[in-house]
């Protein structure tokens, strides 16, 4: 009868104090949250860094309450684990190194999130992937691609790796875009109608000379001019790139400029005759 009690209360201990551990955790998550939204509101930097010690805060309250309410619960563990450590130093050294990684990754995430090479919602381009860092934990960092996969990396190699962040500092992004016309085009025309079509659409942000168009090459088909611009940041900018494409190619049919095309000289009877290759559908 005595064991039965004994192990009754033993079960009863355990409940009520992880169930308090757990309520505990919950009550404190809920109020760490909402103090977290009202420091964030006024410094948004601070988020990455305060949603991480968080997770540290919550992670140690649940170790230490697991730890108190379970050697409460059986106090005998307390000189048997102890004695345990001692007798298997050899072992914790073995467990040790084979979870070097393990505790790597937690310090690099310490790292991380102290100095803030990038944060929560950064853009930014790893291993030729453009992601936006999503989640920010002890051991990796969740980034989603543009196309709405996950890549998980662990915080080591996020450390080491040499990473493009388009949100640091200056989010804004220049747009270059590209066009080559003929030799025969007006090019001062052609200039000013891409200039033109960068001051009209809606996300340019006009900066100091920008937008402006200069000759970059000229080459034996055509001339290559270069539009630039400035878009507030770099998913703005990818779309922004294609829709002044889209409309200099309008306006370019509109005012009879033509794009650059390969051209070829046939000569017959020392009488050189042009053959020009337009592109299919391009009657300019």
């Not at 977290?36 to 930097?45: D, F, G, L, M, T």
């Not at 196309?147 to 990473?163: A, C, G, M, W, Y």
């Not at 940041?233 to 494409?245: G, I």
Request: hydrophobic share 50%; glycine share 4%; aromatic share 10%.
């Amino acid at each position: 009868m005595e064991v039965f009690t004994k192990y009754l209360w033993q079960i009863i201990i355990l409940s009520f104090g992880y169930g308090l551990t757990l309520v505990t955790v919950l009550l404190l998550d809920k109020i760490i949250k909402k103090w977290i939204e009202r420091v964030v509101a006024r410094s948004p930097s601070l988020k990455t860094s305060y949603v991480f010690l968080r997770r540290v805060l919550l992670s140690l309250i649940i170790i230490l309450g697991v730890s108190f309410v379970t050697f409460t619960a059986f106090p005998e563990l307390g000189p048997a684990i102890a004695s345990l450590f001692v007798a298997a130093g050899f072992a914790s050294i073995v467990i040790g190194l084979a979870a070097q990684t393990t505790f790597s990754n937690v310090i690099a995430g310490i790292m991380l999130s102290l100095t803030q090479p990038i944060k929560l919602e950064d853009a930014v381009l790893f291993r030729n992937e453009f992601c936006f860092v999503e989640d920010l934990s002890l051991m990796y960092a969740t980034l989603r691609t543009w196309d709405n996969r996950r890549l998980i990396v662990p915080n080591s190699v996020l450390q080491s790796e040499v990473i493009v962040n388009y949100s640091a500092r200056d989010p804004t992004k220049l747009v270059p875009v590209f066009v080559d016309v003929s030799h025969e085009a007006n090019l001062d025309l052609a200039m000013k109608i891409m200039v033109d079509v960068a001051k009209r659409h809606p996300d340019c942000l006009p900066i100091g000379d920008l937008p402006n168009a200069m000759v970059m090459e000229i080459h034996e088909n055509g001339v290559r001019v270069r539009l630039l611009s400035r878009a507030k940041d770099q998913p703005t900018a990818f779309t922004m790139a294609r829709d002044l494409l889209r409309d200099i190619k309008k306006e370019f049919a509109a005012n009879g400029i033509e794009f650059a095309y390969p051209r070829r000289y046939i000569k017959f009877n020392d009488e050189a005759i042009l053959s020009k290759d337009k592109p299919k559908g391009d009657e300019n």
